[in-house]
């Protein structure tokens, strides 16, 4: 069991650049969620996906944001013509329906968005 | 909507003393989980403890055990013979069923040699 990754870890973008960032859960793990963390702020939920589903969407994914899970394994998120208020750490987490630890997000490293 | 409050922006512990960090929440559901989760300065979010709401018995990890009160909606933390590598910010959250987490604003805690 390798955990949750995340790639990269940091990314420097100039304003309205675009980025994509990938998520690979848990294997065997099919509920996978996108978070992001401002600084001295809990995580916000962002979209979350059943297999390949996306079941649920925050009203802070706006439009610039798409998400994907094409194959229900790893995950992108997007982020089109980035604005300086889109600096955050992105969270990526995911959770399986079963066991002792049923539903239990597990997260990743994190990927660090800073734009200039 | 379900909210969470954590009321302690920052506390801190000698080294091998204990520690209790609080948290609240809002919900009309009955059936629930709650969760502490530790951030280090590395800032990989990493699971405590977890408590279903339908138990009665508070959940314990080792040195980690809460304080789970349904009905005042409280659900605190203790961390007993603090140790250093403790220091971290510790967030509370809540979920329905298998849903998104909602976190609170975090607890910064401070272990003191």
């Known amino acids: 069991d390798t955990g949750v990754s995340q790639d990269p870890r940091h990314k420097i973008t100039k304003r309205g650049q675009n980025v994509t960032f990938r998520c690979d859960p848990i294997?065997?793990?099919?509920?996978l969620y996108w978070y992001r963390q401002t600084l001295g702020q809990g995580p916000e939920f962002l979209t979350y996906?059943?297999?390949?589903?996306?079941?649920?969407k925050s009203r802070l994914l706006s439009d610039r944001f798409s998400a994907e899970r094409p194959k229900g394994s790893f995950s992108t998120l997007e982020i089109q013509r980035t604005e300086q208020g889109d600096s955050a750490m992105y969270l990526c987490?995911?959770?399986?329906?079963?066991?002792?630890?049923?539903?239990?997000?597990?997260f990743g490293p994190g990927t660090r968005l800073l734009v200039l | 909507a379900q909210t969470v409050t954590q009321s302690q922006p920052e506390m801190s512990v000698q080294e091998a003393e204990t520690v209790t960090l609080s948290c609240t929440y809002d919900?009309?559901?009955?059936?629930?989980?709650l969760f502490w989760y530790k951030q280090p300065p590395s800032r990989q979010m990493i699971l405590v403890i977890r408590?279903?709401?339908?138990?009665?018995q508070n959940a314990t990890e080792n040195r980690f055990s809460v304080n789970f009160q349904k009905a005042a909606k409280s659900f605190s933390l203790k961390i007993s013979d603090s140790q250093l590598g403790d220091a971290a910010m510790y967030f509370c959250?809540?979920?329905?069923?298998?849903?998104?987490?909602?976190f609170g604003t975090g607890t910064r805690l401070t272990i003191i040699p």
């Open positions: 294997s065997e793990h099919n509920r």
């Open positions: 919900t009309s559901e009955s059936d629930y989980y």
């Open positions: 996906f059943q297999n390949e589903a996306q079941l649920e």
């Open positions: 959250a809540y979920q329905v069923g298998n849903e998104k987490l909602t």
């Open positions: 987490a995911s959770s399986f329906p079963s066991g002792l630890q049923e539903w239990t997000q597990y």
């Open positions: 408590q279903e709401a339908y138990k009665q």
